[in-house]
Antibody, heavy 114, light 108 residues
């Protein structure tokens, strides 16, 4: 069974950093691209970025502040979020793949507030 | 960036009725790489349709995707009680992989 579990969410102050983890099982992680999405309160879904082998791509809203990385030996994907802004408050989802997404995690809430 | 517009914003229907949801792109979606997701509050999104018209594994045949180029439609032929949630279209033909703002299907 494919499983993706996000962790690391919580409160953070503007300008600070937070790292989210996505722990996976049930599929060949090393052969899979991994993506992050988010949903701000009362808003729709937003693509954040993805990592596929050595390639990464990001939404303009997070480029230069967020970094996606992965540890293939432990099947974990990461989202390093720096210089956080209040508008980064959202539920963050990790997902397997980077085009149409069959498998999603349940999400972790990040709240950026002073 | 390809901007997706969904209409209507809210659709009020009764169980058993037919729902027609529209997704329009600001430019042609490459290879019709257009997906539809169902999103229930507090849950992960669920892929319904990809490639504009291919049903994902396990999706009931009442969900029908159609369209090409810039105009796409998700039809739910007969609404079941669990279908009254929010639906998003997403294009994955080119970065950034944008979503529409969503259509909420409400019980009339």
């Amino acid at each position: 069974e494919v499983q993706l579990v996000e962790s690391g969410g919580g409160p953070a102050q503007p300008g600070r950093s937070l790292r989210l983890s996505c722990t996976t099982s049930g599929f060949s992680f090393g052969d899979s691209a991994m993506s992050w999405f988010r949903q701000a309160p009362g808003k729709g879904l937003e693509w954040v970025g993805f990592i596929s082998r050595g390639t990464t791509d990001y939404a303009a809203s997070v480029k230069g502040r967020f970094t996606i990385s992965r540890n293939d030996s432990s099947s974990i994907a990461y989202l390093q979020m720096n210089s956080l802004k209040t508008e980064d408050t959202a539920v963050y989802y990790c997902a397997r793949g980077h085009t149409m997404i069959f498998y999603w995690g349940q999400g972790t809430l990040v709240t950026v507030s002073s | 960036e390809t901007v997706l517009t969904q209409s209507p914003g809210t659709l009020s229907l009764s169980p058993g009725e037919r729902a027609t949801l529209s997704c329009r792109a600001s430019q042609s979606v490459r290879s019709n790489y257009l997906a539809w997701y169902q999103h229930k509050p507090g849950q992960a999104p669920r892929l319904l349709i990809y490639g504009a018209s291919t049903r994902a594994s396990g999706i009931p045949d009442r969900f029908i995707g159609s369209g090409s180029g810039t105009d796409f439609t998700l039809t739910i032929s007969r609404l079941e009680p669990e279908d009254f949630v929010i639906y998003y279209c997403q294009q994955y033909g080119g970065s950034p992989f944008t979503f529409g703002p969503g259509t909420r299907v409400d019980v009339k």
